[in-house]
């Protein structure tokens, strides 16, 4: 079955840090580009930061540069985001999604369920 | 950055409705525009990209139109699966920038 699955989100204190991880399977991983987008609680949607089919290549929303890494494992099929230095507004929900169309960045044609990661003294 | 945003914000019709949500673009961004549905609790679902190409497996009575800063997306007979969020988001530049969203609810 073609899925997304993130994992790692939680409840995290301000200034620590958490590692998001998404599985992909029943997809060609390792062809796909990648996009982390978040969601605030009741809010709108919020591209995070994406990396392309190689990891070579990795672009950020400035509320995450230097904060935020980007990387993926493709002998693994799963992305990765690490983030550090948490603040409260970085509460929302984590969405991985695959870069469409191949071998664009442009859109996002598959998504995970999100991972909710809560930042609270 | 380029800044989306959407009208209305939000939207109350009834089933077999016509009903049209304008994006416009802070500059130009050609085509690269896409449309997403969203539902409570779920993720979000690519609908319509390139401003009017109809992803795979969406219902036709979704279209999509417009170039340049001003977009729309029509649903041209409400049915109670499409009661939920719409998005629009540009793909024309880093940082990729959502519209805020246009609730669609029922009358």
């Known amino acids: 079955q073609v899925q997304l699955v993130e994992s790692g989100g939680g409840v995290v204190q301000p200034g620590r840090s958490l590692r998001l991880s998404c599985a992909a399977f029943g997809v060609s991983f390792s062809s796909y580009a990648m996009h982390w987008v978040r969601q605030a609680p009741g809010k709108g949607l919020e591209w995070v930061a994406v990396i392309s089919h190689d990891g070579n290549i990795k672009n950020y929303a400035d509320s995450v540069k230097g904060r935020f890494p980007i990387s993926r494992d493709n002998s693994k099929n799963t992305l990765y985001l690490q983030m550090s230095s948490l603040r409260t507004e970085d509460t929302a929900v984590y969405y991985c999604a695959r870069a469409f169309p191949d071998p664009y960045y442009w859109y996002f044609d598959l998504w995970g369920r999100g991972a909710l990661v809560t930042v609270s003294s | ?107």
């Open chain 2, 1 to 107: 950055d380029i800044q989306m945003t959407q009208s209305p914000s939000s939207v109350s019709a009834s089933v077999g409705d016509r009903v049209t949500i304008t994006c416009r673009a802070s500059q130009g961004i050609g085509s690269r525009l896409a449309w997403y549905q969203q539902k409570p609790g779920k993720a979000p679902k690519l609908l319509i990209y390139a401003a009017s190409t109809l992803q795979s497996g969406v219902p036709s009575r979704f279209s999509g139109g417009g170039s340049g800063t001003d977009f729309t997306l029509t649903i041209s007979s409400l049915q109670p699966e499409d009661f939920a969020t719409y998005y629009c988001q540009q793909a024309n530049s880093f940082p990729y920038t959502f519209g805020q969203g246009t609730k669609l609810e029922i009358k």
